[in-house]
């Protein structure tokens, strides 16, 4: 059974930056892709990024597109979500999550629904 817990999250200023980082127990990473969601309050959860299991695909929601940057080193069993530029709208509690890697899973940008294991957030808020 793979266990996912993220870290990294706090309280930054707009146009700081954070890494996110999912380190996986339990079982190895290596055939699972890795996608990495939020939730604001009173809002719906939605994926910001996702990644291939091995890491040679990947794909951005618009809102976070050439602000974020995911990738996975499968060797320590963690994923990294890297955010620039990061705006109040922001704000959420972020989560990683794993999923088979099946060939429409980077494109269809990790859907929720095909996620075997969730991590249990890290909080992110921009504000200055």
């Known amino acids: 059974q793979l266990q996912l817990a993220e870290s990294g999250g706090g309280l930054v200023r707009p146009g700081e930056s954070l890494r996110l980082s999912c380190v996986g127990s339990?079982?190895?990473?290596?055939?699972?892709?890795i996608g990495w969601f939020r939730q604001a309050p009173g809002k719906e959860r939605e994926v910001v990024a996702c990644?291939?299991?091995?890491?040679?695909?990947?794909k951005y929601a618009d809102s976070v597109k050439g602000r974020f940057t995911i990738s996975r080193d499968n060797a320590k069993r963690t994923a990294f979500l890297v955010m620039d530029s990061l705006k109040p709208e922001d704000t959420a509690v972020y989560y990683c999550?794993?999923?088979?890697?099946?060939?429409?899973?980077?494109?269809?940008?990790?859907?929720?629904?095909?996620?075997?294991?969730w991590g249990k957030g890290t909080q992110v808020t921009v504000s200055s």
């Open positions: 990644i291939s299991s091995e890491g040679i695909s990947e």
């Open positions: 339990g079982a190895l990473l290596d055939y699972w892709a």
């Open positions: 999550a794993a999923g088979p890697n099946r060939p429409t899973t980077v494109q269809a940008m990790c859907p929720g629904r095909d996620m075997t294991w």
